[in-house]
């Protein structure tokens, strides 16, 4: 099946600092990505859609200015965490859709671990 | 608005037991519905759609458009089951976002 990569899957940063997180879409073209944040013990919550080309939507109460989607590829979408917090810590997980012979297939990455000290 | 709902968080069976993870869902239009898994340590997938009317590992969904439900069954479930199991709707145009429920966990015990 298709594979989608992210990078880094851990990273620790200090309050205040930005963080760039990668999601490639390895072996298929992504036109649109998506970018969802998953509290522990908790179901995963979508952020954003990701266009290649254009600007992202953001779903309703997540700031854009703070979570910043560059998807200047069909295979590359990056969210950069801005000025981040304690409270931005959390798991990131991408995913792309591919059009399959029944429909569409999400694929998603294997998440990144944000920890803000 | 749209919104799924799964109403367990829990769900406990010895094996060879009869599962059923239960969805609802509120949405406009004709959304596609599937079931994604998340087994321990490992990424989300696809387990299955109802689009595609197929049995994956043992486990069927089926669509009833009178209810708005969604539910995953299983007659007999192994220990190899155990999982968590999202119920997620994505809206039939646009940008197909999924949208996903809280999610059940399905722990069945030997």
């Known amino acids: 099946g298709a594979v989608v990569s992210q990078h880094p899957s851990r990273v620790i940063c200090k309050s205040g600092t930005s963080v760039k997180i990668e999601c490639r879409s390895l072996d298929f073209q992504a036109t649109t990505m998506f970018w969802y944040r998953q509290f522990p013990k908790q179901s995963l919550m979508l952020m954003a859609t990701?266009?290649?080309?254009?600007?992202?939507?953001?779903e309703q109460g997540v700031e854009k200015d703070k979570f910043l989607i560059n998807h200047a590829s069909l295979t590359l979408s990056t969210l950069t965490v801005t000025s981040a917090h304690p409270e931005d810590s959390s798991f990131y997980i991408c995913?792309?859709?591919?059009?399959?012979?029944?429909?569409?297939?999400?694929?998603f990455g294997q998440g990144t671990r944000l920890t803000v000290v | 608005a749209q919104r799924v709902t799964q109403p367990e968080k829990l769900l406990s069976v010895f094996k060879g037991a009869p599962v059923e993870l239960k969805c609802n869902y509120s949405?406009?239009?004709?959304?596609?519905l599937f079931w994604y898994v998340q087994y321990s340590r490992q990424r989300l997938q696809l387990l299955l759609r109802h689009i595609s009317r197929e049995s994956i590992k043992g486990f069927t969904a089926d669509l009833n458009k009178g209810e708005t439900s969604f539910h995953l069954k299983k007659p007999f479930a192994q220990e190899e089951d155990s999982a968590m199991y999202y119920c997620?709707?994505?809206?039939?145009?646009?940008?197909?976002?999924?949208?996903f429920g809280a999610g059940t966990r399905l722990a069945v015990h030997p």
């Open positions: 997620a709707p994505a809206s039939s145009g646009g940008y197909n976002k999924l949208i």
């Open positions: 990701s266009n290649e080309g254009s600007k992202a939507t953001y």
């Open positions: 995913s792309a859709r591919l059009r399959t012979g029944v429909g569409t297939e999400a694929f």
């Open positions: 949405y406009s239009g004709s959304p596609e």
